[in-house]
């Protein structure tokens, strides 16, 4: 007998890949994690940013807030009470404001001309170097130094002992924003006078000015007018 022939199963043909198939989901899953890291990394930039902004702006509210009380200036202090008796006891005045307000600063254009003298306020050219000067002062270049803060101790040349000038040298010399020199536009009857921005205190020369009470009164005008906020610019040292 003829052998029968064993059929085979037929074979299923493939399933064509179709355009939306495995590959292409994979690929688009690569693209939709790097954009999240990317998206992720931005932001946490933008974190770190604005982190290092808040650190900036708080080191430099501190370093302002620093600066302010380092070189902040405080308002004038009554003169004390040994310096006003020492005053009334050589004749002096009491301390006086040439102007009813404190004026402005920063005038430093001409002309120089001055209602008073010595001037405690107005225009200006260059301040002087601190300390006891070797020529006489000028208002033009004292009135600067008075705009920063300074105290200026004004006398006739030859009206004051030699033991009442040294004496007020050392003051001058030994406490900072000072200036003391001969001033030739002192009125009649006024020898010494003491002088800040807008403040003014005269003495006359004669035996009850005595070289321990000039320093008492200059001592006294300095600590209560030294860098203080009366003048425009005051400093703290």
């Known amino acids: 007998m003829p052998k029968k022939k064993k059929h085979r199963p037929a074979q299923r043909a493939s399933a064509p890949l179709r355009p939306g198939g495995a590959a292409p989901q994979r690929r688009e899953h690569k693209q939709e994690a790097r954009e999240r890291r990317e998206q992720a990394l931005k932001r946490s930039s933008r974190r770190a940013t604005f982190r290092r902004a808040l650190q900036f702006a708080a080191v430099a509210a501190a370093a302002l807030l620093t600066f302010q009380f380092l070189t902040r200036v405080g308002a004038p202090k009554a003169i004390a009470q040994a310096a006003v008796i020492a005053a009334r006891d050589a004749g002096c005045t009491g301390v006086r404001q040439p102007l009813a307000e404190n004026p402005p600063g920063g005038l430093h254009d001409p002309p120089y001309e001055y209602d008073q003298h010595p001037a405690t306020s107005g225009h200006h050219t260059d301040p ?110």
């Not at 002087?128 to 705009?147: F, I, K, S, T």
């Not at 030859?158 to 001969?182: C, F, I, W, Y």
């Open 128 to 237: 002087l170097p601190r300390g006891v000067q070797g020529a006489p002062m000028r208002d033009q270049n004292v009135v600067h130094n008075l705009e920063h803060g300074y105290v200026a101790i004004y006398y006739r040349d030859g009206a004051l002992p030699s033991d009442v000038v040294k004496a007020l040298q050392d003051v001058t010399n030994a406490r900072g924003e000072v200036v003391m020199g001969a001033y030739g536009q002192l009125p009649d009857g006024v020898d010494l006078a003491f002088g800040a921005w807008n403040r003014l205190q005269t003495c006359p020369a004669g035996p009850d000015l005595t070289a321990p009470r000039a320093r008492t009164i200059a001592t006294g005008f300095i600590d209560a007018f030294q860098n203080t906020n009366i003048a425009p610019e005051a400093r703290t040292g």
